[in-house]
Structures are given as structure tokens and as C-alpha cells.
């Protein structure tokens, strides 16, 4: 059944061969379980309903695309994406979790939309392809500074800024270690490194002082590390869109820049893990582009519907492929492994920040090797990329990084007679960032 279902023989695979690339798959990108709520949790949305719903958000979602595509990809909360959400959305707009669950729905619908008519693939190809490296490899370094942050190596100095942690820290020298230790399993190509990383830092810590007359990792007791999922009821259908009805001027930016990471996320992934498995064209098409675009827009609504941020295809993937897995029964086994550890919450409760801590560090330095790909050689496509690039982790947003990025290479364009390399899309974008940035400039005059 599952042969004829999968159309397994057309793919040259196997059951049992999908079924452990599934499980690879879900290997690889087991972490979010741990690390998604602890970042979502900084908007004040409780952390054991979020260990929930990002496995139910996940496991229906990878099943969705599966059904749809039959295609070996897995989706879950995106990284990034929830980084923009909690730091950016949240904490820097000031935006309640509940306001910027609305915009993350509003943002599914756009994407289904925009899929259904085709618009969504005309707008990726017209943003300069530097551009949208640099906004991969500078969410991957934002990424990688949270890690740096929440693991105490990175800390706060009035009079630098930024500043190095105090090593002689127990746990900080023990998230160091956990950094070095998943670079090398990584390097060596173990499987599921970012998951054995964490599951050894965190029971290292069990013996590691906390400083505070405890430990690092206070592990539950056998009996209950199984216990039935947390309720999802705390976040979940909690969305509003007081937000974006009562200052529509300052949510349309933010909304714009969650469609457009989002989106770049999303069909970078798509292609690059079909890519790896030979399902692309000679050409570089990709049969049934519309189905996995417009499933991925499902699982940006029902994210929003569950309670957590948008929820994106996974370049953790590609592990999978490389096992094997060729059809949806991979994504199908991966969405049932989500499932199971549903079962676990306890267990992920007790992981400690220092344990997810490296995962985050080596996630942002997987995204930001992709910056090979931009032409230095080009001066002006070099600046704004480098712009963007920067502008993200040292702003602490990725809106205020890209607003800039594109202010900057849409001027450059203008003034070095280029004007006509960029679309009109691109122009318009560059007006609603110049708007949102230097909107202080203009505030007066209407005042």
C-alpha cells in the first residue's frame, strides 16, 4: 500500500530505506523541539505549550506536504523566522505575541494567494539574487549572536557594546564546549549532530554547577519523562489583528519583510533539497512547484491558528536525501517521529539554554555559508549585500537590516545609471523601508 501510495518503484526506493530517512531527517531537525519554545517563550507565550504545538504545527504540516507533493520535505517552525518574530515583531515593535500571531496568518494568506496566481515566484526573481543571499547569511549570523548571547559568551558592556563573557562561568565554558563539540560531529558528518550535542551537553550539566547553589540541568525523574502533551489551549487560536488595524502604517513594513524571509526561505529550500534528491528538471523546473508553494502557505496558516511562528520547509531535509529518502513516505515517517515526542515534554522542559545554546551557533553558521555565492567582484552589488548582511545582527532586526539593504541598492542603482537592472517591485519596496526608517524625518510636517 504504502509502495503504491509513495509510487515508491517510479522513485527506485524502498520502504524500509524511506523509513530510515525519515527518521534522519528528523534527527536533524529534532532541536527545534527544544529551541523554538525557548525563543518564542521571551514574547511571554508559555514554553510548555509551545513544546506542543511546534510538534503538532510540524507533524501536520510535513504530512500536508507529503499528501501533496510526495516530496522527501520536512517543515517546522522556521529558525529565523521565529527569531523575527520574538525579537523583532515582539520585543523591538512592541507588538503582543497575540497581534503578531494575526500577522503571521495574514502573511499565510498572502502566500496563498500569491501561489495560487503565480505572483509568488515573479517577486523572488525581482530581487537581485545578492540580495537574497545576504539576507540568508545575515539572518544566519543573527541567529548564531542569539546563541553567542544566550549562552553567556556574548554579554553587554556600556562602553563597548558587546563584550566576552565570563569563561571562568561554569556554563558558559560548558555552552563553549557544546559549540566545539557539535562542529566537530557536524564536520565529521555524523547524524543527528546538532541533536547528540545537545543531549550530551544537557546531561553533562546534570554534574556542572549553575552558580546558583544548583545545576545546569535538573533532569526529571524516570517515571516522569513520559507524561501526555501540554495544552496547546494557552496559545492556541489566541491571534487578533488589533496590530495591524490600529497602526496599519508600521505593520505593513514588518508584515512585507515576514513575507519576503519567509518566502526566500521557503523556495531556497525547496530547490535545494529537490536539487539533492534529482527530482528537478534539466532545465531547473520543478514539477508540482505549485503544490509544495501552496502547501507551504497551509502551513504558515495553521501555524498561525496553533500558536507559533511561521512554520517553514527545512533545509535539515537534505540529511534525509542523502539516506535515501526519494518520495513523501520520508516526510510522512518524519511527521509521525514529531508526534511521538509529543510524549517528551518533560524531558524537553529540562533541556537547559546552554544545551540549545551551540545549536543556534552552528544553524546560523550553516545559513551563512551561502555567502559564497555573492559577486565581491561587483562593488555595487557588494555593498548592499554587505549592508544587509551586517545590519541585521548589529541592528538586532531583520527588517531594519534589509530596509537598509534594499534603501542601499536601490540608490547605488540610481546613481551609478543602473536604474533599469532593478524591477519596479524592488523600487516600491525601497520606498515603504525609506518610509519606515527615516519616518522621523517626515514626522514633523505632519505634526
Not at 211 to 233: C, D, I, N, Q, R
Not at 250 to 257: E, H, Q, R, S, V
Not at 365 to 389: G, N, S, W, Y
Not at 424 to 437: D, K, P
Request: charge should be neutral; aromatic fraction near 10%; glycine fraction near 8%.
Amino acid at each position: 500500500m504504502l509502495s503504491r501510495l509513495f509510487r515508491l518503484a517510479e522513485h527506485k526506493s524502498t520502504v524500509s530505506r524511506e523509513l530510515q530517512a525519515g527518521l534522519t531527517t528528523f534527527t536533524a531537525m529534532a532541536y527545534i523541539l527544544a529551541v523554538n519554545p525557548l525563543i518564542l517563550k521571551d514574547t511571554g507565550m508559555p514554553q510548555a505549550a509551545l513544546i506542543t504545538v511546534t510538534a503538532l504545527t510540524a507533524a501536520i504540516s510535513t504530512a500536508l506536504m507529503a499528501l501533496m507533493t510526495n516530496f522527501p520535505l520536512a517543515l517546522a517552525p522556521g529558525m529565523g523566522i521565529n527569531a523575527y518574530f520574538t525579537y523583532t515583531i515582539c520585543l523591538g515593535a512592541g507588538v503582543p505575541w497575540q497581534s503578531a500571531l494575526g500577522l503571521v496568518f495574514v502573511n499565510g494568506c498572502l502566500f496563498l494567494l500569491l501561489s495560487l496566481t503565480g505572483i509568488r515566484e515573479k517577486i523572488v526573481n525581482s530581487i537581485p539574487y545578492s540580495l537574497k543571499i545576504a539576507i540568508t547569511c545575515g539572518v544566519g549570523l543573527f541567529i548564531a549572536f542569539i546563541g553567542l548571547k544566550n549562552a553567556g559568551i556574548v554579554v553587554s558592556n556600556p562602553a563597548t557594546f558587546v563584550a566576552q563573557g565570563d569563561f571562568g562561568s561554569p556554563p558558559v565554558a560548558l555552552a563553549f564546549f557544546g559549540i566545539v563539540l557539535t562542529a566537530v560531529l557536524v564536520s565529521r558528518r555524523v547524524p543527528g549532530s546538532i541533536v547528540l550535542s545537545i543531549l550530551a551537553v544537557t546531561l553533562i550539566g546534570v554534574f556542572v554547577p549553575d552558580g546558583k547553589g544548583g545545576h545546569v540541568t535538573t533532569l526529571p525523574s524516570f517515571t516522569g519523562l513520559f507524561s501526555l502533551p501540554a495544552s496547546p489551549e494557552p496559545v492556541f487560536f489566541k491571534l487578533n489583528f488589533d496590530f495591524l488595524l490600529n497602526d496599519f502604517a508600521k505593520a505593513l513594513p514588518i508584515l512585507i519583510t515576514l513575507l519576503i524571509v519567509d518566502m526566500f526561505d521557503n523556495i531556497g529550500t525547496l530547490i535545494g533539497v529537490t536539487k539533492r534528491a534529482g527530482l528537478l528538471q534539466p532545465d531547473g523546473t520543478l514539477p508540482k512547484a505549485g503544490r509544495a508553494l501552496v502547501a507551504d502557505s497551509f502551513a504558515a496558516i495553521i501555524s498561525s491558528l496553533f500558536g507559533t511562528s511561521t512554520v517553514v520547509s527545512y533545509i535539515e531535509s537534505a540529511s534525509g536525501v542523502e539516506a535515501g529518502g526519494r518520495t513523501g513516505l520520508t516526510a510522512m515517517t518524519t511527521a509521525v517521529c514529531f508526534l511521538f515526542a509529543l510524549f517528551l515534554t518533560p524531558l524537553i522542559l529540562a533541556i537547559p539554554a546552554v544545551a540549545t545554546a551551540p545549536a543556534l551557533v552552528v544553524v546560523g553558521v550553516f545559513m551563512f555559508q551561502t555567502v559564497a555565492e555573492i559577486k565581491l567582484d561587483d562593488f555595487t552589488e557588494t555593498m548592499p549585500a554587505v549592508v544587509t548582511l551586517l545590519c541585521i545582527p548589529l541592528t538586532f532586526s531583520i527588517a531594519e537590516g534589509l530596509g537598509l539593504g534594499v534603501i542601499a541598492l536601490t540608490l547605488i542603482a540610481l546613481c551609478t545609471g543602473r536604474a533599469r537592472s532593478l524591477s519596479a517591485f524592488t523600487y516600491g519596496l525601497a520606498a515603504l523601508f525609506f518610509l519606515h526608517i527615516f519616518w522621523g524625518l517626515f514626522k514633523p510636517l505632519w505634526s
